[in-house]
């Protein structure tokens, strides 16, 4: 399961990535620079409006998952260099490479 320090750390992995400052991001989303780094230290508890303007502004998808299909896809993401195209394209997007 996803918990709020994943959704945090991806948020951050992705604005750092594309070079913005926290600062920067919140002003782009409408939201406040506190409410967006207690995101990215798991400690934020955003309304679902703003975490999909933060997706769109990273141009990242939220995505809702049946369980047995996300406990297959950690599996394979945890399965030494047996990891699908799918899931090494997903962990390049993320900007983690080929980190497991």
């Not at 996803?2 to 782009?28: F, M, P, S, V, Y």
């Not at 950690?74 to 080929?98: I, V």
């Amino acid at each position: 399961m996803t918990n709020l320090q994943d959704i945090g750390q991806r948020i951050r992995t992705a604005r750092k990535a594309q070079g913005l400052t926290a600062i920067e991001l919140a002003a782009r989303t409408g939201m406040h620079r506190n409410t967006l780094l207690a995101l990215e230290t798991g400690r934020g508890n955003i309304e679902l409006v703003k975490l999909l303007a933060l997706c769109d502004e990273l141009d990242l998808d939220l995505l809702l998952l049946p369980r047995q299909a996300a406990s297959q896809r950690a599996a394979e993401s945890q399965g030494a260099g047996s990891q699908t195209e799918l899931g090494q394209r997903l962990q390049a997007l993320m900007g983690r490479g080929g980190e497991a």
